[in-house]
């Protein structure tokens, strides 16, 4: 997503109005990484701004999606945003529901059976699990643990007798 002062300029180029609550809200999505949902946006912008409405929220949100500055994930529950518009891929807590971005190399490699004559344009990867804080691996822990298997963490899909009840 473009910084604040560009989406300004874009919103006008498009004759769009520039209100001080969609700047907030430009401000309040420039390398947010929390991929909030619109409630959660309205939460943090009705906190420096008591007087901005839900409705702007919604329609500033859908004015940037479809201008292409952010992604709208529906991931279950509440449909969130993400102002990171480069190729990437989530992991999403299953406790507390955090989503993070992740990077997948050599996504072309991935052996796909049964798409019978379906011709994909794309993938998405979502990654569930719990995150670091909900494992009880705190920053420091987690970075650590990162360092210790990096370059590249595998994950494997459990089979049947692996899979809790």
């Known amino acids: ?4 002062a560009e ?3 874009a919103f006008r180029a ?3 109005k520039v209100t001080p609550q969609r700047q907030l ?3 309040l999505l420039h390398g ?3 991929h909030p949902s619109a409630d959660a946006l309205y939460a943090l912008a009705h ?3 008591p007087g901005i409405s839900l409705r702007t929220v919604y329609q500033t949100l859908t004015d940037l999606a479809a201008m292409g500055e952010l992604d709208s994930l529906s991931l279950g529950g509440a449909t969130r945003f993400d102002p990171n518009t480069d190729p990437h891929h989530h992991a999403q807590c299953s406790r507390c529901g955090a989503l993070h971005d992740v990077y997948v190399e050599q996504l072309g490699c991935l052996e796909v ?4 004559g379906f011709t994909p344009n794309g993938a998405t990867i979502v990654f569930s699990g719990l995150c670091a804080a909900c494992t009880g691996l705190g920053a420091p822990r987690a970075a650590a643990a990162a360092s210790e298997h990096a370059p590249v963490e595998q994950f494997s ?4 007798k692996e899979q809790s009840p």
């Open 7 to 9: 989406l300004t300029s």
């Open 47 to 49: 906190a420096e701004m």
């Open 1 to 4: 997503m473009r910084n604040p």
């Open 14 to 16: 498009r004759g769009l």
């Open 113 to 116: 059976r049964g798409l019978d």
């Open 157 to 160: 899909t459990p089979t049947p």
């Open 25 to 27: 809200l430009f401000r």
């Open 32 to 34: 947010n990484t929390a």
